[in-house]
C-alpha cells in the first residue's frame, strides 16, 4: 500500500512538470502597465505550451528570486547571451516563467 501511495505521488508530481525552453534569443523584454510582471519574448520559433495563447513569457513579482531571474533576463538581453526559460502553466493567456538560465 505505501508502495501505491509513493508511486501515485511521483506520478502526479511529474504530471504537473513544467516545460523548458533551451538556448533561445530574447527579442523584447516589457513591463507590465499595471506592475503585474515581465513580458519577455524570443526571437525563436517556439511551440506555445500548457493550453496558453500568446507567445509571451511572463515572470510575475511573486515568483521566488524575482530580481534574481529578472537581472538574469536583463544581463542576457545586454549581452546578446541565449538563455533557457522554464515555465509552469499559464498566467491568463501568456507561458508563467519560473525560472531563467543564461547559456554560453
Known sequence: MRYLLLVLCIV??????GHQYQDLDIQEISMGWGGEGV?????N???IM???ESP???LHPE?????ENYSLLLSAYHAKQKVGLY???CQGVHMQLRAVRVRN
Open 50 to 52: 500548457e493550453n496558453c
Open 45 to 47: 520559433d517556439i511551440e
Open 12 to 17: 502526479s508530481i511529474a504530471g504537473h512538470a
Open 39 to 43: 513580458y519577455v519574448r524570443v526571437h
Open 56 to 58: 509571451y513569457f511572463v
Open 63 to 67: 515568483t521566488p528570486l524575482f530580481s
Open 87 to 89: 515555465i509552469s502553466g
